[in-house]
């Protein structure tokens, strides 16, 4: 009778999972507020949802439904995909968990057997998975892209997409887009040369790649020297959006190697600090946008392009909203690439200002030196990875910010494969200066900030926003939290005992209204008590 039991439970776990996630229902993902279909919630990278029924009014009764703890002591930076009933999670460093997203109970667990060794800058972590068809999709800190059957966790297929023993790593949550699973790579600070590759879902063949630093005789070559390119840096490991009527990825791109001293490097450095939008079917770049020139601070363009059509003095046009994490918001034209306006969003003392071309106007006496240089922002930047929002009916642009400043130290490097290749160590936090986070609300045509909710220290989760007019947010104190969207006024905050360095997502669990984000090393979801 036990056994019969099990048996029967695992057939209606396999029946749950059973559910295919189409190209054409990833199309409409930001319509389908049932469900969390990819990592910003839509291609687009709104990371919005139209659900209401929590709302200002009553989100003061929101109260935990169930949580899920992970056996991990790494930092958990996941965004959960929720599909017809089912939650999927990566676990850091490279696992992943099916559950029942009513109850958080688990379905199975894929785990990575991993080296012994293996180098990452900032922790052995994962941002999420990917689902197209009914396959799961992961990428791991050993450099690999893994297809898991959605129903059993079962390996569909490995494969290797660079060497790990070279500082290559994954931990970005990759893309479903047609028929192809698009995935970054990590590793700037090991000097490895970025590339954006695309894979056929079905078989793992590699279908394209983009390297985003150029060898010679490409295009953007000449703003390299000598054999600078080979060790270039550009990661791509924050995942990007794709722009279906023009069939274009958009990703961003991350910093040049060595990180802070750039004398081996003269030049621009393309395509370093980065938007770039590729043919999703090729590969191949339809056009970019630099951010930074010759980057010597670190300030990689690793953010969710945020894409909108609206009028744009006086005429309709396809936008890309940006709050780079150089302290300026930019809005590009998503057509052309062609720079539209710029502002600071934050406090920044390395540029006078943008030129037309948005080209930043450096100030003297910037650089990192090696007594040291202090700097707003610092290192980790005004905003980093963790990502922002936009909100149809507020139409207005939220975002985490760091108020904070560093002292840019420049060391002499030389590259040894697998090694760090960064130019020194900066100050990151002044203990005389910790600085402090905030949640700010933009005018996304004009830049200017609507409001702002101070927070005690700096932030490393991402917002999201919703039709009740509510925008969630975390803290590193532990604390997640739901603002009015039109005001910031605080309407409900609740400490989950750890520290939250994710995105929030919402769902419907059987008709009401889940907010669900990982704290600590483990996944809470609220809905409204009675």
Request: contains cysteine; aromatic residues 12%.
């Amino acid at each position: 009778m036990i056994i019969r039991c099990a048996l029967l439970a695992g057939v209606l776990g396999l029946s749950t999972l059973s559910a295919q996630v189409t190209f054409e229902r990833l199309l409409h993902a930001a319509e389908d507020n049932a469900n969390w279909l990819t990592y910003s919630g839509g291609y687009r990278g709104w990371r919005y949802s139209s659900l209401e029924q929590v709302r200002r009014e009553n989100a003061g009764r929101l109260r935990i439904k169930w949580v899920y703890q992970m056996a991990t002591t790494q930092m958990v930076e996941t965004t959960p995909l929720v599909i017809d009933g089912v939650m999927y999670v990566s676990e850091p460093p490279s696992n992943v968990v099916a559950l029942d997203a009513a109850t958080g109970r688990r379905y199975w667990r894929y785990q990575r057997s991993l080296p012994d060794r293996i180098n990452v800058c900032c922790g052995q972590v994962n941002r999420g998975v990917a689902v197209l068809g009914d396959r799961v999709f992961v990428g791991t800190v050993d450099a690999h892209l893994v297809a898991l059957d959605a129903r059993t966790g079962a390996v569909l297929w490995d494969r290797a997409v660079a060497d790990y023993r070279t500082g290559h790593a994954i931990t970005v949550a990759p893309l479903a887009v047609k028929d192809m699973i698009v995935c970054g790579i990590s590793g700037g600070e090991y000097g490895i040369r970025g590339f954006l590759d695309a894979y056929e879902a079905a078989t793992g063949k590699r279908r394209w790649r983009f390297w985003t630093i150029p060898e010679p005789g490409q295009p953007g070559s000449q703003t390299w020297s000598g054999n600078a390119w080979k060790t270039g840096g550009g990661p791509t490991w924050v995942t990007g959006s794709y722009d279906a009527a023009q069939n274009l990825i958009i990703w961003g791109t991350g910093n040049p190697s060595p990180d802070w001293n750039g004398d081996s490097r003269p030049g621009d450095n393309l395509y370093t600090d980065s938007a770039i939008a590729l043919d999703a079917d090729t590969g191949k770049l339809n056009w970019y946008y630099q951010f930074v020139p010759h980057d010597v601070h670190d300030w990689d363009a690793v953010q969710v392009p945020v894409l909108v059509d609206d009028e744009w003095q006086g005429r309709p046009r396809k936008l890309v909203y940006w709050a780079h994490r150089n302290a300026f918001y930019y809005v590009l034209d998503r057509e052309t690439g062609k720079f539209l306006f710029g502002k600071p969003f934050a406090t920044q003392t390395w540029a006078r200002g943008l030129e037309a071309d948005g080209r930043p106007i450096r100030l003297p006496n910037i650089d990192p030196t090696p007594e040291g240089t202090y700097l707003w922002p610092g290192v980790q930047g005004a905003t980093n990875w963790y990502s922002p929002s936009y909100n149809p009916l507020t139409k207005l642009f939220y975002l985490a910010v760091w108020e904070n400043r560093s002292v840019y130290r420049k060391g002499e490097q030389e590259y040894s494969p697998g090694n760090r290749y960064i130019g020194s160590v900066p100050l990151i936090d002044l203990p005389e200066d910790p600085g402090h986070g905030a949640i700010r609300a933009l005018n996304p045509k004009t830049g200017e900030r609507v409001w702002e909710y101070r927070l005690q220290t700096k932030p490393w989760a991402g917002v999201l926003s919703t039709g009740g007019k509510l925008v969630f947010g975390g803290s590193d104190e532990g604390y997640l939290f739901a603002l009015d969207a039109e005001t910031g006024r605080e309407v409900w905050r609740q400490n989950l005992g750890g520290i939250i360095r994710a995105n929030p997502i919402t769902y419907l669990n059987h008709g009401r209204q889940a907010i669900a984000i990982a704290a600590g090393n483990a996944i809470f979801t609220f809905e409204l008590g009675e």
